[in-house]
Antibody, heavy 119, light 110 residues
Framework: EVQLVESGGGLVQPGGSLRLSCAVS????????MSWVRQAPGKGLEWVSL???????YYGDSVKGRFTISRDKSKNTLYLQMNSLRPEDTAVYYC?????????????WGQGTTVTVSS | QSALTQPASVSGSPGQSITISCTGT?????????VSWYQQYPGKAPKLIIY???NRPSGVSNRFSGSKSDNTASLTISGLQAEDEADYYC??????????FGGGTKLTVL
């Protein structure tokens, strides 16, 4: 069964760091494009970061220079390292499979993990 | 990376058809046939319902259809049902190899 399970969310102070994990099952993380998408409370979806199968990474303007996407083939896991966190980074973070069975569509989503940045 | 433009809300009665628009630019919606649509219920993760402008993933009702003209994509839901009440988001590939979403549309079934 294809599944994504996020973990690592929590409460962190402004300026702090957090690493989110996304455990992948049912396919190999290194063979697909993978994205992180976030949703602030009561707001819409915001694309955060993308890791192409070839290893190239992209980031949204609001997180560029602060967040890093990566993967571990041996653990079949996707990560999002978040540094210099700001209150506006507070959101539910979703891990998604991008362009799996649907070209440039996110066809598999995790359940989300909540990040709260507050003092 | 400006968000795509969607109406904040739409409504319709059971059995009717509604259309949600999604307006971008030639750098995203207008430049590629890579528009997708997502349905989200409160407290749940989004679900892909349309990809590549008009393709439906397996298991998605054929009451959902998509189209595009120039820089505007559209999602049409026909034969509206109570279970269609949800938030709907469009998404697009961009010329910078990134992704962008619309602001979302709340569908109310009257």
């Amino acid at each position: 069964e294809v599944q994504l399970v996020e973990s690592g969310g929590g409460l962190v102070q402004p300026g702090g760091s957090l690493r989110l994990s996304c455990a992948v099952s049912g396919f190999t993380v290194s063979t697909k494009y993978m994205s992180w998408v976030r949703q602030a409370p009561g707001k819409g979806l915001e694309w955060v970061s993308l890791l192409y199968s070839g290893g190239i990474t992209y980031y949204g303007d609001s997180v560029k220079g602060r967040f890093t996407i990566s993967r571990d083939k041996s653990k079949n896991t996707l990560y999002l390292q978040m540094n210099s966190l700001r209150p506006e980074d507070t959101a539910v973070y979703y891990c998604t499979r991008d362009s799996g069975a649907a070209r440039y569509g996110m066809d598999v989503w995790g359940q989300g993990t909540t990040v709260t940045v507050s003092s | 990376q400006s968000a795509l433009t969607q109406p904040a809300s739409v409504s319709g009665s059971p059995g009717q058809s509604i259309t949600i628009s999604c307006t971008g630019t030639s750098s995203d919606v207008g430049g590629y046939n890579y528009v997708s649509w997502y349905q989200q219920y409160p407290g749940k993760a989004p679900k892909l319902i349309i990809y590549e402008v008009s393709n439906r993933p397996s298991g998605v009702s054929n009451r959902f259809s998509g189209s595009k003209s120039d820089n505007t994509a559209s999602l049409t839901i026909s034969g509206l049902q109570a279970e269609d009440e949800a938030d709907y988001y469009c998404g697009s590939y961009t010329r910078n190899y990134t992704r962008v979403f619309g602001g979302g549309t709340k569908l109310t079934v009257l």
